[in-house]
């Protein structure tokens, strides 16, 4: 058994100078809780209202002193988030189900049609030994 630990990826942040919020870690806590980079770079923005970019090395510049304990914050999805998530294990659920319904459809009718030409064959054994 191994004893690799699963830890949360929590935002990385710390202040450049007086006047700059630098989050280092985003991708790697975007790719951890599977959310796409646009939609946390407009969650950081909508919610602090700073200006913000991405530096050349992937951090998160934002203009202005930021605590870095409101960075958790984004760790948890919206709502909408979460009714999305939901209607798309639906979906994959439907698909699932429907591939296995046609997995048994195509297999029962194989067997329909070993057993259609079986019933020839007998047939064609008493038509022969009949006569």
């Known amino acids: 058994m191994s004893n690799t630990?699963?830890?949360n990826q929590?935002?990385?942040?710390?202040?450049v100078g007086t006047s700059k919020t630098v989050?280092?870690?985003i991708i790697e806590v975007c790719n951890f809780y599977n959310i796409p980079l646009e939609v946390m770079l407009e969650r950081v923005a909508k919610c602090f209202?700073?200006?913000c970019r991405l530096d050349g090395n992937k951090r998160l510049i934002i203009n202005g002193l930021i605590n870095p304990k409101e960075f958790n914050i984004f760790m948890e999805p919206t709502s909408e988030e979460v009714l999305a998530i939901k209607l798309k294990k639906a979906e994959d659920d439907i698909n699932k189900q429907k591939k296995?319904?046609?997995?048994?459809?195509e297999r029962l009718t194989s067997m329909m049609d070993d057993i259609?030409?079986?019933e020839g064959r007998c047939r064609a054994?008493?038509?022969?030994?009949a006569s």
């Open 5 to 7: 630990q699963y830890d």
């Open 10 to 15: 929590h935002p990385f942040v710390m202040r």
């Open 23 to 25: 989050w280092i870690n």
């Open 49 to 51: 209202q700073k200006p």
């Open 100 to 105: 296995l319904n046609l997995l048994i459809i």
């Open 116 to 118: 259609l030409e079986l």
């Open 125 to 129: 054994a008493i038509l022969s030994r």
